[in-house]
């Protein structure tokens, strides 16, 4: 196919959302804006060196095979940062946050955050591959922010990580004003990049900073994400 670098681009997008489910196109291909396409190489800007890193590490494989079947000949897909570029747009079918965004930087005590109600401690099989984790997890739960600060639960899929870890968040909202906070490590990312584009980082630190117990599912996702990474780390050292 011939045309410009925009058309090229687009006709590159419609294979992508054929591949992509709505939520990651609109999320991270939607934003992107097509600079310049020459023999052997296409120019693409996004808005930030979050997004940039992100693309690259997630979808440019999947990006140069889109535009390899638009102009029948491989070429290097490269990103630039320009921050002229449109922020993400709200789209209907991006997943909200379970647990929304308080209006106000006092904490809010007692609150319970969204729990599975079968995630408990009673609920919990013990066994001797999990009995360390389990007593780890219940003096966090009866010792917030003194017993395993912070504590990091490693295991297989099924093994009972976010039982565990859910089962804190039961124990401390039961007995206790406790303001906790539990989320997934890539809701979390989301509401990060989020308050990168929006320019509310602040707004984004006091909903966590502010939190007796922090609760992050998946912590795995933090992989290669060095950014936040480097935001839970000023987010652990402050609570």
């Not at 969204?114 to 919990?124: D, G, I, Q």
């Not at 039961?174 to 990168?196: D, P, Q």
């Amino acid at each position: 196919m011939s045309g410009s670098c925009e058309q090229i681009w687009s006709a590159a997008c419609e294979k992508l959302k054929a591949r992509l489910t709505p939520e990651v196109y609109e999320r991270w291909i939607a934003v992107i804006k097509s600079k310049e396409l020459g023999e052997t190489a296409l120019i693409l800007s996004v808005s930030n060196d979050f997004y940039q890193s992100w693309v690259e590490e997630n979808y440019l494989s999947i990006i140069e095979e889109a535009v390899a079947s638009v102009l029948n000949r491989t070429v290097t897909v490269l990103f630039e940062v320009n921050p002229d570029v449109p922020v993400a747009r709200e789209s209907k079918v991006v997943a909200r946050p379970k647990i929304r965004p308080t209006q106000s930087p006092s904490p809010n005590k007692g609150k319970r955050p969204e729990l599975n109600e079968k995630y408990t401690f009673k609920n919990f099989i013990i066994g001797p591959t999990n009995n360390f984790a389990h007593a780890s997890s219940l003096a966090v739960a009866q010792s917030p922010g003194k017993a395993y600060n912070p504590l990091f639960i490693y295991g297989g899929v099924g093994v009972g990580k976010t039982h565990l870890m859910q089962a804190i968040g039961h124990h401390s909202t039961g007995k206790s004003e406790l303001n906790v906070r539990y989320i997934s490590c890539e809701t979390l990312m989301n509401e990060y990049i989020t308050a990168l584009q929006q320019q509310s980082t602040a707004k984004f630190r006091r909903r966590y900073r502010t939190a007796d117990i922090l609760l992050v599912d998946d912590i795995h996702f933090l992989a290669n994400k060095n950014s936040l990474q480097e935001e839970l780390n000023h987010t652990f050292n402050e609570l």
